[in-house]
């Protein structure tokens, strides 16, 4: 039995997101969508003759705010969103969170919000946002329960999505950071109020009190000897002291996921309070004046920040999240050693995977992953090597990657064969640096190395199952031209001699970034909706 309901979407949304919502009532409704009212109101307002009912579409729903039948519906995920608001302006803990959830009265947002809950926790790089998780799951007809994969987890957007969609989840990266905060931020949507609270107060007050926290056990000196000299070459003694406080402090007075939270907090501040320059990629020194850094004062306004918007987000959800994702350290080249037991039955894979040669993306996390004690230092350039798409290589590696692709130019797709030939040619007799001279080998390695992963997604998902894939395109210079590197229809190619058909491929209008990586933010994006080929 269907019935009539009216959605009124979200007004401020990209003409992208406005397909995806079109897409998203279209399979969760199983019926075609409808304009109504005045012209105006046309762009925001549709009715459908819906076979699920509206508190279903108000569940489920991402870019979409209202809901009504008999009565107006406003969408979970805009309330959601709508904590943002109560903690804004530096709103106390206990002023207005106590107050929440909303019922059906909030003050919906006017803007994209991206950081709502756990989303706003610690920068990171290449974030893709949560509301097209939301609308994957609901176009590609995720069930409830049903499973979600990403095998390029990052800060865990999709993992923590899923686990609000009542998905399950897992996850896999390389990075170890990555793996550290994800976990985290999906663990903490699972804790009580009064426990994270608690764990707040408690450690606020004991680092404002400057005799306690000079009580604290060094957390520091348990680091192995190399981790701790190349702390000690980026931060002033005196800041590395207080750090040591500060890790002591949490460690001592926490434990399990708001002992990890915090931990995360204090992560995000160690490129403030380093000689690190802040907003590059790369680990570069920066002439600081120590006097103006305080590392106690700087964790604080983060730590009250973050557990601001977490505890709002939990008094709006009323009762924890009760599922956990599961996310991994490990090598997605390889997700048959990983999720062997995971073939055949995933129902979607939502990932955003990294670009070619686009990002540095272990060497932007040295200074947490040796000061949370979760890589040694010692292993970090043999470990960024074999990510996909980094920039690093050694000499040798080079010539031999050039030596596997004249071998088994073949085995790649000719567009990929053809754009690596013409950068080395141009190149070769060119005075470039050693940057340029590594980028065919490279380029050859990220696609080789995709084409892995796409085999490995395709054992993962059932048949005719849907990946998403949220990626972008790059450029560099080769002889003194500009060469596009085209990564959207390259993956495209990638994908389609890898056992994928391509359903369809919607183009992304690029936001706005506020993070601290905004220069490097890439040039445009899409997003790739394959369907594994029936077997």
């Known amino acids: 039995m269907s ?33 109504i009212g005045t012209l105006e109101q046309e762009r925001t307002m549709f009715r459908v003759m ?19 039948e008999d009565q107006i519906l406003t969408t979970k995920q805009s309330l959601r969103e709508s904590t943002v608001n109560v903690v804004r302006n530096g709103a106390q803990i206990n002023e207005r969170i106590i107050k929440l959830p909303f019922q059906q009265q909030a003050a919906l947002p006017n803007r994209r919000c991206l950081r709502y809950g756990t989303h706003g926790v610690h920068e990171y790089r290449g974030k893709f946002f949560p509301q097209l998780v939301r609308a ?52 903490i949507l699972g804790m009580h109020f009064k426990d994270l609270k608690n764990g707040y107060d408690e450690v606020s007050s004991a680092l404002l009190n400057s005799t306690t926290r000079r009580g604290f056990t060094s957390w520091i000196s348990k680091l192995p000897p190399e981790d701790q000299d190349y702390l000690n070459s980026w931060f002033d003694p005196a800041i590395t002291q207080e750090l040591d406080q500060i890790a002591g402090c949490i460690s001592i007075l926490t434990k399990g996921p708001v002992r990890n939270f915090m931990l995360l907090c204090l992560s995000n501040i160690l490129r403030r309070v380093s000689w690190q320059k802040e907003d590059d990629l790369r680990v570069r020194r920066e002439l600081k004046i120590i006097d103006d850094i305080d ?36 090598d997605s080249k390889k997700i048959s050693e990983h999720w062997k037991k995971w073939f055949g039955r995933v129902d979607a894979v939502i990932t955003s995977p990294p670009y070619a040669t686009a990002l540095p993306y272990l060497d932007t996390d040295r200074l947490s992953l040796c000061f949370l004690g979760l890589l040694n230092r010692s292993v970090h350039r043999e470990t960024d090597q074999e990510m996909i798409g980094n920039r690093e290589i050694t000499d040798r590696k080079r010539r031999a990657f050039w030596d596997e692709f004249r ?36 380029l050859y390695k990220y696609f080789r190395d995709m084409k892995s992963v796409f085999k490995g997604i395709g054992q993962l998902l059932k048949n005719r199952a849907s990946a998403f894939v949220v990626v972008g395109n790059n450029h560099t210079t080769a002889g003194g031209r ?54």
């Open 3 to 35: 019935t009539s309901l009216s959605c009124r979407l979200k007004p401020y949304i990209q003409p992208f997101e406005r397909e995806l919502a079109y897409r998203e009532l279209l399979a969760l409704a199983r019926a075609v969508p409808e304009p």
């Open 50 to 68: 819906s076979h699920a009912s509206a508190e279903v579409l108000a569940r489920e729903l991402a870019f979409w705010e209202v809901v009504c």
């Open 136 to 187: 994957f799951i609901n176009i590609g007809g995720v069930p409830e329960g049903g499973i979600i994969a990403d095998p390029f987890s990052g800060s865990g957007t999709t993992m923590i999505e899923a686990i609000l969609a009542n998905r399950t989840a897992i996850g896999l990266d390389m990075n170890p950071l990555s793996v550290f905060m994800g976990q985290t931020k999906c663990e």
């Open 295 to 330: 590392p106690i004062k700087e964790f604080l306004e983060e730590l009250t920040r973050s557990t601001r918007l977490v505890l709002a987000f939990l008094r709006q959800e009323g009762q924890p999240i009760e599922r956990v994702a599961n996310i991994q350290h490990g």
């Open 407 to 442: 071998a088994n130019k073949e085995q790649v797709p000719r567009s990929v064969a053809e754009l690596i030939t013409q950068i080395y040619e141009l190149n070769e007799n060119a005075d470039v640096g050693f940057r340029r001279r590594n980028l065919p080998s490279l």
């Open 482 to 535: 500009r060469i596009n590197i085209n990564t959207v229809e390259l993956l495209r190619d990638v994908a389609e001699t890898s056992g994928f058909d391509t359903f369809e491929q919607i183009d992304m209008e690029m936001l706005v970034s506020r993070d601290i990586f905004r220069n490097n933010a890439i040039e445009s994006e899409s997003i790739l909706h394959f369907r594994r080929r029936r077997q």
